[in-house]
């Protein structure tokens, strides 16, 4: 695997480096890419079939879809019931990865979270479950890896000091930050507030001293489109990058009321994810 390039972009008059983990593949790309990388190494012969389950546009779902392709397991993904529309007519993330090969399985509200509990029990040893969004303790491995490579290609740009990437369940920052000592780790939280971002974190390790959590101006709702994030991800578009429209636009947000240094950006892809979003964003072109 080759290192990931940077990008420069201009915005409000500041400079940002961007690694650019969105080109590594069309569907396996940003932190699902890193986080994904220990199940990337691991031989065909050691699974037959991967179990995964959350939101029914997850980039996890995807790149996991894509991932089990190559590999050629059988995936398994639950998820609550779909409404009608969604299954008549299915689009972006959920769409590709059902022509990946994902089979969906919809358990009902009621049973959801006692069944999402017991999918470790009577496991066999050629399946393999994936949590959620990906936060398993195996995406430690791939976080080292984007380390030693921001490390080399920081070597040569003494100026930055600080990484920024956004979180959801906080697996990708917190490893990251583990990872890299040396540097400030920007991170901010993209569902939940702070305190539901610390307690996923700790789920998986203490928090280390170098990871700063930005607080967002106001209490946004996971997926939910505001007119701000569509003007930033417009204004990001304009400067030479396209970033999801899930937790790129909050991290953007956060940086520039927060921070004045020289920061590298780690593009966390999601990318794939925004033909279904821009249709919701559709009305705040008509404003
Ligand atoms: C999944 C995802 C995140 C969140 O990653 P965590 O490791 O769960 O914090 C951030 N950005 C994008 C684009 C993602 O798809």
Avoid at 91 to 110: D, F, P, T, V, W
Avoid at 125 to 141: L, M, R, T, Y
Avoid at 190 to 199: A, H, P, S, T
């Amino acid at each position: 695997m080759q290192t990931s390039p940077l990008s420069k972009i201009f915005l409000d008059g500041r400079e940002f480096l961007v690694k650019r983990d969105d080109l590594i593949d069309p569907y396996l790309a940003g932190n699902k890419y890193r986080k994904l990388y220990t199940l990337l190494q691991t031989p065909k012969e050691k699974y037959t079939t991967v179990i995964s389950y959350g939101g029914t546009q997850s980039n996890a779902m995807l790149a996991i879809a894509a991932l089990c392709k190559h590999k050629e397991w059988q995936f398994i993904y639950y998820t609550k019931e779909l409404s009608h529309r969604q299954k008549e007519n299915p689009l972006g993330n959920y769409a590709e990865a059902l022509r990946l090969g994902m089979q969906h399985k919809e358990i009902s509200s009621e049973l959801y979270r006692d069944f999402i509990v017991s999918l470790r029990l009577n496991l066999d040893e050629k399946s393999f479950v994936i949590d959620q969004g990906g936060a398993v303790q195996e995406a430690k491995a791939g976080l080292d890896v984007l380390a030693t490579e921001l490390r080399e290609q920081l070597q040569k740009l003494p100026h930055i000091k600080a990484v920024a990437t956004p979180s959801g369940t906080g697996t990708t920052a917190l490893f990251l930050a583990k990872a890299l000592p040396e540097y400030r780790i920007y991170t901010t939280p993209c569902v939940g507030d702070i305190v539901y971002l610390k307690e996923q974190m700790l789920a998986l390790s203490e928090i280390p001293d170098n990871l700063m959590i930005l607080k967002p101006k106001k209490k946004y709702h996971f997926a939910k489109p505001y007119k701000e994030f569509y003007e930033i991800y417009k204004k990001l578009l304009a400067a030479g990058v396209a970033f999801d429209l899930l937790y790129a636009p909050a991290m953007w947000l956060s940086l520039l009321e927060h921070t004045d240094e020289a920061i590298l950006y780690i593009h966390s892809g999601g990318v794939s994810g925004n033909s279904s979003m821009l249709e919701r964003y559709r009305k705040f072109d008509k404003e």
